[in-house]
Protein backbone atom coordinates (compact mmCIF):
# COMPACT_ATOMS: atom_id res chain seq x y z
CA UNK A 1 0.00 0.00 0.00
CA UNK A 2 1.21 3.35 -0.81
CA UNK A 3 -0.89 5.01 1.75
CA UNK A 4 0.24 7.97 3.25
CA UNK A 5 3.47 8.86 2.31
CA UNK A 6 5.15 10.80 -1.13
CA UNK A 7 4.85 8.14 -4.55
CA UNK A 8 6.44 8.26 -7.58
CA UNK A 9 5.82 5.54 -10.56
CA UNK A 10 6.14 4.94 -13.98
CA UNK A 11 4.29 3.26 -16.35
CA UNK A 12 4.89 2.67 -19.90
CA UNK A 13 3.18 3.42 -23.24
CA UNK A 14 2.35 1.20 -25.97
CA UNK A 15 2.17 0.75 -30.07
CA UNK A 16 -0.74 -1.70 -31.21
CA UNK A 17 0.49 -3.68 -33.32
CA UNK A 18 -2.68 -5.76 -35.10
CA UNK A 19 -5.84 -6.15 -33.29
CA UNK A 20 -7.23 -2.32 -32.77
CA UNK A 21 -11.13 -2.24 -32.91
CA UNK A 22 -11.43 -6.46 -33.68
CA UNK A 23 -10.24 -6.91 -30.23
CA UNK A 24 -13.13 -4.91 -28.44
CA UNK A 25 -15.33 -7.80 -30.07
CA UNK A 26 -13.11 -10.59 -29.18
CA UNK A 27 -10.74 -10.78 -31.76
CA UNK A 28 -6.85 -11.50 -31.04
CA UNK A 29 -4.36 -8.89 -30.58
CA UNK A 30 -0.78 -8.24 -30.75
CA UNK A 31 1.76 -5.12 -29.28
CA UNK A 32 4.42 -3.65 -27.61
CA UNK A 33 4.83 -1.57 -24.42
CA UNK A 34 7.15 1.60 -25.11
CA UNK A 35 10.22 2.88 -23.49
CA UNK A 36 8.29 6.49 -23.20
CA UNK A 37 5.33 7.01 -20.98
CA UNK A 38 4.12 8.82 -18.14
CA UNK A 39 5.33 9.35 -14.60
CA UNK A 40 2.95 10.13 -11.97
CA UNK A 41 3.94 11.94 -8.66
CA UNK A 42 1.56 11.38 -5.62
CA UNK A 43 1.48 13.54 -2.30
CA UNK A 44 -0.87 12.62 0.21
CA UNK A 45 -4.07 14.59 0.27
CA UNK A 46 -8.12 14.08 1.10
CA UNK A 47 -9.94 13.13 -1.89
CA UNK A 48 -7.91 12.51 -5.02
CA UNK A 49 -7.08 15.20 -7.29
CA UNK A 50 -4.81 14.90 -10.85
CA UNK A 51 -3.15 17.73 -12.86
CA UNK A 52 -0.56 17.85 -15.16
CA UNK A 53 2.71 18.85 -14.58
CA UNK A 54 3.47 20.94 -17.93
CA UNK A 55 0.20 22.28 -19.70
CA UNK A 56 -1.33 20.90 -22.03
CA UNK A 57 -4.14 22.75 -25.34
CA UNK A 58 -7.78 21.54 -24.93
CA UNK A 59 -9.91 20.05 -22.44
CA UNK A 60 -7.54 18.24 -20.60
CA UNK A 61 -7.43 19.45 -17.42
CA UNK A 62 -11.11 19.72 -17.48
CA UNK A 63 -10.83 15.62 -18.18
CA UNK A 64 -8.39 15.26 -15.75
CA UNK A 65 -10.49 16.62 -13.23
CA UNK A 66 -13.71 14.69 -14.11
CA UNK A 67 -11.19 11.85 -14.02
CA UNK A 68 -10.09 12.30 -10.51
CA UNK A 69 -13.55 12.35 -9.62
CA UNK A 70 -14.29 8.42 -11.27
CA UNK A 71 -10.87 7.78 -9.82
CA UNK A 72 -12.05 8.23 -6.08
CA UNK A 73 -15.48 6.70 -6.87
CA UNK A 74 -13.60 3.40 -9.15
CA UNK A 75 -11.07 2.95 -6.05
CA UNK A 76 -13.96 3.63 -3.22
CA UNK A 77 -16.30 0.60 -4.66
CA UNK A 78 -15.39 -3.03 -3.63
CA UNK A 79 -14.73 -4.75 -6.98
CA UNK A 80 -12.69 -8.02 -7.40
CA UNK A 81 -8.88 -6.20 -8.19
CA UNK A 82 -7.55 -6.27 -4.60
CA UNK A 83 -7.65 -4.08 -1.40
CA UNK A 84 -9.32 -0.74 -2.09
CA UNK A 85 -7.02 2.55 -1.15
CA UNK A 86 -8.09 4.39 1.61
CA UNK A 87 -5.54 6.66 0.79
CA UNK A 88 -6.26 9.88 -1.24
CA UNK A 89 -3.54 11.74 -3.16
CA UNK A 90 -2.81 15.03 -5.28
CA UNK A 91 -1.44 13.37 -8.43
CA UNK A 92 1.14 15.37 -10.69
CA UNK A 93 1.13 13.85 -14.38
CA UNK A 94 4.08 14.02 -16.58
CA UNK A 95 3.86 12.15 -19.67
CA UNK A 96 6.93 12.17 -22.43
CA UNK A 97 4.03 10.83 -24.88
CA UNK A 98 1.70 12.98 -26.41
CA UNK A 99 -1.74 12.85 -24.63
CA UNK A 100 -4.85 11.25 -26.16
CA UNK A 101 -3.06 9.99 -29.83
CA UNK A 102 -2.85 6.08 -29.78
CA UNK A 103 0.03 5.75 -27.70
CA UNK A 104 -1.79 4.83 -24.51
CA UNK A 105 -1.36 7.66 -22.42
CA UNK A 106 -4.72 7.27 -20.52
CA UNK A 107 -3.94 3.46 -20.53
CA UNK A 108 0.04 4.13 -18.75
CA UNK A 109 -1.87 6.88 -16.52
CA UNK A 110 -4.64 4.24 -15.47
CA UNK A 111 -1.63 1.71 -14.57
CA UNK A 112 0.19 4.25 -12.67
CA UNK A 113 -2.55 5.16 -10.04
CA UNK A 114 -3.60 1.51 -10.41
CA UNK A 115 0.02 0.85 -8.92
CA UNK A 116 0.08 3.28 -6.63
CA UNK A 117 -3.12 2.56 -5.02
CA UNK A 118 -2.17 -1.29 -4.81
CA UNK A 119 -0.54 -3.09 -1.68
CA UNK A 120 3.21 -3.46 -2.45
CA UNK A 121 3.03 -6.93 -3.08
CA UNK A 122 0.45 -6.97 -5.81
CA UNK A 123 2.98 -4.13 -7.58
CA UNK A 124 6.60 -5.32 -7.42
CA UNK A 125 4.96 -9.49 -7.13
CA UNK A 126 5.80 -11.73 -10.21
CA UNK A 127 1.41 -11.82 -10.67
CA UNK A 128 0.85 -8.24 -12.08
CA UNK A 129 -2.62 -9.08 -13.10
CA UNK A 130 -4.30 -7.21 -10.09
CA UNK A 131 -2.33 -3.97 -11.53
CA UNK A 132 -4.09 -4.84 -14.93
CA UNK A 133 -7.71 -5.43 -13.51
CA UNK A 134 -7.29 -2.35 -11.59
CA UNK A 135 -6.07 -0.42 -14.23
CA UNK A 136 -8.62 -1.93 -16.84
CA UNK A 137 -11.53 -0.89 -14.57
CA UNK A 138 -10.09 2.86 -14.89
CA UNK A 139 -9.28 2.79 -18.32
CA UNK A 140 -13.19 2.79 -18.78
CA UNK A 141 -13.68 6.48 -18.35
CA UNK A 142 -11.61 7.21 -21.21
CA UNK A 143 -12.90 3.95 -23.88
CA UNK A 144 -16.39 3.09 -22.41
CA UNK A 145 -15.65 0.01 -23.26
CA UNK A 146 -12.29 -1.05 -22.95
CA UNK A 147 -10.62 -4.17 -24.55
CA UNK A 148 -7.88 -4.25 -21.82
CA UNK A 149 -5.33 -4.57 -24.25
CA UNK A 150 -3.48 -1.32 -23.64
CA UNK A 151 -3.47 -1.74 -19.80
CA UNK A 152 -2.67 -5.49 -20.44
CA UNK A 153 0.63 -3.89 -22.52
CA UNK A 154 1.10 -1.18 -20.06
CA UNK A 155 0.71 -3.16 -16.85
CA UNK A 156 2.53 -6.24 -17.95
CA UNK A 157 5.14 -4.63 -20.74
CA UNK A 158 7.28 -6.07 -23.84
CA UNK A 159 5.43 -7.90 -26.62
CA UNK A 160 2.12 -9.52 -25.85
CA UNK A 161 -0.61 -11.28 -27.61
CA UNK A 162 -4.58 -11.50 -26.01
CA UNK A 163 -6.81 -14.02 -26.93
CA UNK A 164 -10.27 -13.71 -25.63
CA UNK A 165 -11.97 -16.61 -24.12
CA UNK A 166 -14.71 -15.44 -22.54
CA UNK A 167 -16.82 -12.59 -23.30
CA UNK A 168 -16.92 -9.53 -20.99
CA UNK A 169 -13.34 -10.61 -19.03
CA UNK A 170 -9.89 -9.35 -19.23
CA UNK A 171 -7.78 -11.44 -22.57
CA UNK A 172 -5.66 -14.15 -22.05
CA UNK A 173 -1.95 -12.69 -22.22
CA UNK A 174 1.29 -14.16 -23.02
CA UNK A 175 4.52 -12.38 -23.54
CA UNK A 176 6.28 -13.45 -27.16
CA UNK A 177 10.18 -13.21 -26.99
CA UNK A 178 10.12 -11.49 -30.74
CA UNK A 179 12.82 -8.85 -31.70
CA UNK A 180 10.78 -6.62 -34.10
CA UNK A 181 11.69 -5.33 -37.33
CA UNK A 182 12.92 -1.34 -37.34
CA UNK A 183 9.88 0.82 -37.25
CA UNK A 184 9.25 4.37 -38.28
CA UNK A 185 6.38 5.46 -35.45
CA UNK A 186 4.52 8.68 -34.93
CA UNK A 187 1.37 10.60 -33.86
CA UNK A 188 -0.93 13.25 -35.28
CA UNK A 189 -3.37 15.13 -33.68
CA UNK A 190 -6.81 13.30 -33.38
CA UNK A 191 -9.74 14.38 -35.03
CA UNK A 192 -11.85 12.15 -32.47
CA UNK A 193 -11.61 10.19 -29.59
CA UNK A 194 -11.09 6.86 -28.76
CA UNK A 195 -14.52 6.86 -26.93
CA UNK A 196 -16.24 8.07 -29.70
CA UNK A 197 -14.05 6.18 -32.59
CA UNK A 198 -15.14 2.79 -30.89
CA UNK A 199 -18.67 3.85 -30.42
CA UNK A 200 -18.68 4.53 -34.20
CA UNK A 201 -17.45 1.26 -34.80
CA UNK A 202 -20.02 -0.75 -32.47
CA UNK A 203 -22.74 1.15 -34.46
CA UNK A 204 -21.75 0.40 -37.54
CA UNK A 205 -21.38 -3.57 -36.32
CA UNK A 206 -25.06 -2.84 -35.73
CA UNK A 207 -26.69 -1.23 -38.60
CA UNK A 208 -24.21 -2.84 -41.47
CA UNK A 209 -22.85 -6.57 -39.98
CA UNK A 210 -22.21 -8.13 -43.02
CA UNK A 211 -19.75 -5.38 -44.52
CA UNK A 212 -18.42 -4.79 -40.88
CA UNK A 213 -18.10 -8.41 -39.27
CA UNK A 214 -16.13 -10.04 -42.46
CA UNK A 215 -13.98 -7.35 -41.95
CA UNK A 216 -13.29 -8.22 -38.36
CA UNK A 217 -12.95 -11.44 -39.35
CA UNK A 218 -9.69 -10.54 -41.84
CA UNK A 219 -8.56 -8.16 -38.99
CA UNK A 220 -8.35 -11.22 -36.28
CA UNK A 221 -6.77 -13.31 -39.33
CA UNK A 222 -3.75 -10.95 -39.67
CA UNK A 223 -3.42 -11.12 -36.02
CA UNK A 224 -3.19 -14.63 -35.63
CA UNK A 225 -1.05 -14.61 -39.02
CA UNK A 226 1.30 -11.92 -37.24
CA UNK A 227 1.78 -13.75 -34.22
CA UNK A 228 2.79 -16.84 -36.13
CA UNK A 229 5.24 -14.50 -37.56
CA UNK A 230 6.33 -12.67 -34.59
CA UNK A 231 7.06 -16.67 -32.91
CA UNK A 232 9.34 -17.80 -36.10
CA UNK A 233 12.85 -16.90 -35.56
CA UNK A 234 13.70 -14.89 -38.21
CA UNK A 235 13.90 -10.95 -39.52
CA UNK A 236 9.93 -10.29 -39.17
CA UNK A 237 10.34 -6.96 -41.80
CA UNK A 238 9.23 -9.41 -44.90
CA UNK A 239 6.99 -11.44 -43.56
CA UNK A 240 4.78 -8.18 -41.13
CA UNK A 241 4.47 -5.89 -44.41
CA UNK A 242 1.99 -7.62 -46.30
CA UNK A 243 0.08 -8.06 -43.08
CA UNK A 244 0.37 -4.47 -41.81
CA UNK A 245 -0.48 -3.79 -45.21
CA UNK A 246 -3.53 -5.39 -45.24
CA UNK A 247 -4.65 -4.20 -41.98
CA UNK A 248 -4.20 -0.76 -42.71
CA UNK A 249 -6.51 -1.19 -45.27
CA UNK A 250 -8.89 -2.57 -43.61
CA UNK A 251 -9.08 -0.24 -40.84
CA UNK A 252 -9.29 2.48 -43.91
CA UNK A 253 -12.59 0.42 -45.06
CA UNK A 254 -13.71 0.16 -41.18
CA UNK A 255 -14.02 4.43 -41.38
CA UNK A 256 -11.31 4.93 -38.49
CA UNK A 257 -8.46 5.87 -40.74
CA UNK A 258 -8.16 9.63 -42.19
CA UNK A 259 -6.81 11.08 -45.39
CA UNK A 260 -3.85 12.65 -43.41
CA UNK A 261 -2.45 9.36 -42.00
CA UNK A 262 -3.35 7.75 -45.38
CA UNK A 263 -0.83 10.46 -47.05
CA UNK A 264 1.72 9.99 -44.32
CA UNK A 265 1.69 6.30 -44.63
CA UNK A 266 1.64 6.13 -48.35
CA UNK A 267 5.16 8.84 -48.02
CA UNK A 268 6.82 6.55 -45.57
CA UNK A 269 6.64 3.62 -48.40
CA UNK A 270 7.70 6.22 -51.27
CA UNK A 271 10.59 7.06 -48.61
CA UNK A 272 11.49 3.57 -48.45
CA UNK A 273 9.36 1.91 -45.70
CA UNK A 274 7.62 -1.68 -46.94
CA UNK A 275 4.68 -0.66 -45.72
CA UNK A 276 2.46 0.88 -42.46
CA UNK A 277 -0.65 1.25 -40.39
CA UNK A 278 -2.64 3.24 -38.27
CA UNK A 279 -2.30 1.92 -34.29
CA UNK A 280 -4.56 2.50 -31.74
CA UNK A 281 -8.15 3.70 -32.33
CA UNK A 282 -7.37 6.01 -35.54
CA UNK A 283 -9.16 9.45 -36.14
CA UNK A 284 -5.41 10.49 -36.74
CA UNK A 285 -3.16 9.67 -33.73
CA UNK A 286 -0.30 7.01 -34.10
CA UNK A 287 1.27 4.88 -36.82
CA UNK A 288 3.67 3.09 -37.86
CA UNK A 289 6.03 1.80 -40.54
CA UNK A 290 7.37 -1.08 -41.14
CA UNK A 291 11.30 -0.73 -42.50
CA UNK A 292 14.20 -3.18 -44.28
CA UNK A 293 16.34 -1.83 -41.87
CA UNK A 294 17.44 0.62 -39.15
CA UNK A 295 19.11 2.80 -42.06
CA UNK A 296 15.92 2.91 -43.77
CA UNK A 297 14.09 3.42 -40.99
CA UNK A 298 16.33 6.47 -40.10
CA UNK A 299 15.54 8.19 -43.36
CA UNK A 300 11.29 7.26 -43.21
CA UNK A 301 11.50 9.19 -40.03
CA UNK A 302 13.94 12.16 -41.06
CA UNK A 303 11.35 12.70 -44.01
CA UNK A 304 8.32 12.14 -42.39
CA UNK A 305 9.46 14.57 -40.02
CA UNK A 306 9.79 18.00 -41.44
CA UNK A 307 6.29 17.24 -42.73
CA UNK A 308 3.97 16.42 -39.59
CA UNK A 309 1.51 18.86 -38.51
CA UNK A 310 2.29 20.98 -35.08
CA UNK A 311 2.11 18.16 -32.26
CA UNK A 312 3.18 15.37 -33.94
CA UNK A 313 5.94 12.99 -33.02
CA UNK A 314 7.69 10.64 -35.22
CA UNK A 315 11.14 8.46 -34.25
CA UNK A 316 12.56 5.17 -35.38
CA UNK A 317 12.79 1.98 -33.21
CA UNK A 318 14.31 -1.00 -33.39
O1 LIG B 1 -5.72 3.77 -27.00
P1 LIG B 1 -5.99 3.79 -28.44
O2 LIG B 1 -6.67 4.97 -28.88
O3 LIG B 1 -4.79 3.40 -29.17
O4 LIG B 1 -7.04 2.64 -28.89
C1 LIG B 1 -7.38 1.55 -28.21
C2 LIG B 1 -7.55 0.34 -29.05
C3 LIG B 1 -8.96 -0.04 -29.39
O5 LIG B 1 -8.89 -1.38 -29.89
C4 LIG B 1 -9.53 0.86 -30.48
C5 LIG B 1 -9.90 0.01 -28.19
C6 LIG B 1 -9.68 -1.09 -27.16
O6 LIG B 1 -10.14 -0.89 -26.02
O7 LIG B 1 -9.10 -2.13 -27.48
Same mark, same amino acid.
Given at each position: ?????? /??????????L?????? $??? /??A $??????? +???I !?? &?P?? +???I? %???????????G?? =???AFV =??? %??????? +???????????????????????????L??????W?????Q? !??????? $???????????????P @?G?????????? $??????????A?PE??A????????????IP????T???????? !???? &?????????????? =??A?????????????A????????????????L??S????? *???D????? +???? *??? !??AG??????????????AA???????????P? @???????
Amino acid at each position: MNGRSP /YSGFAPGKLLLFGEHAA $VFG /YPA $VGVSLDR +GLRI !SV &TPAD +GISIR %LARPAGGDVAAGLS =AFAAFV =ADT %LGSPADD +GPVSPAGGAITVDSDLPISSGFGSSAALCTAIAEWSLPDPQV !SGHDRSA $VWRRAHRLEAFFHGTP @SGIDTGLSSLGG $VRTFRFSTPGALPESAALSADLPALVVGAIPRERSTRDLVAGVR !SRLS &TEPSTVRPIFDRLG =ALADAAIGELAAERNHAAGMAPLVADAHHLLRDLGVSTPLTD *GIIDRGVRA +GALA *GKL !SGAGGGGAFYLVCPDAEVAARVAADLDGTLPPG @SVCFHMG
